[in-house]
């Protein structure tokens, strides 16, 4: 005589699966936010003469970056070039006008923060602030796990130590040949990028 094994109720076998039905929920929700100081950015990429940035991948960088996490958003932020008749100032507004366009096609947002000129040189002004109340802002209503932080502007200290105490990782992507060192001692992670870790993201165009 055969004898098959007793049934399970339906509610006592979906328990049994509940808690890896949980796991796998909380791995696949794990979300982060991409923020990137752009002028420092630029700035790490000349050193490395990859600075040509309507070519760059900012969604591929930025996939990279989040690895398994789910991007809630990325944000570039630059100062605003404002034009003032010369034809340098004009040069210098239609290409930051086409880098924003370019940001927009990979879908990244943009803050613009503004230039002040002191003695013929040009100053980012609120950049930094608007870094700042992003990272707050993600922290306090609790918008993702983690923020991965492009910038080596120790004026963002306090809000990293305001995030962390949130608990929120915060990942600083720094660069190889010239990282911050505060940056690296007070975010919960980081992250130091060479060269080559960067080249897939450029698509050289014969100029």
């Known amino acids: 005589m055969s ?6 109720p339906k509610t006592l076998l979906l328990k049994q699966f509940l808690p890896s039905f949980a796991i796998i929920d909380s791995m696949m929700t794990k979300k982060c936010v991409v923020l990137i100081d752009g002028s420092n950015f630029y700035y790490k990429l000349k050193d490395l003469k990859l600075h040509k940035l309507l070519n760059f991948d900012f969604s591929g960088f930025a996939a990279m970056l989040a690895s398994n996490h789910k991007i809630v958003h990325a944000t570039y932020y630059i100062g605003k070039i404002r034009t003032d008749g010369t034809d340098k100032t004009q040069r210098l507004f239609n290409n930051q006008q086409k880098l924003l366009a370019h940001l927009k ?5 943009y803050s613009l923060g503004y230039l002040m000129k002191s003695e013929g040189v040009y100053h980012e002004k609120g950049v930094d602030v608007n ?27 306090p809000a990293v130590n305001k995030a962390r105490e949130k608990k929120k990782i ?4 720094g660069f190889s040949h010239k990282p911050s060192i505060a940056m690296v001692a007070k975010c919960s992670e980081s992250r130091l990028l060479k060269r080559e870790d960067l080249t897939p993201f450029v ?3 014969p100029e």
């Open 203 to 205: 698509n050289v165009v």
């Open 170 to 173: 915060i990942e600083y992507i």
């Open 3 to 8: 004898t098959s094994s007793p049934k399970l």
């Open 105 to 109: 096609q990979h879908n990244f947002l």
């Open 131 to 157: 870094i700042a109340v992003d990272m707050l802002i993600a922290a306090y209503e609790n918008l993702c796990d983690r923020i991965i932080l492009i910038s080596s502007d120790t004026d963002l200290l």
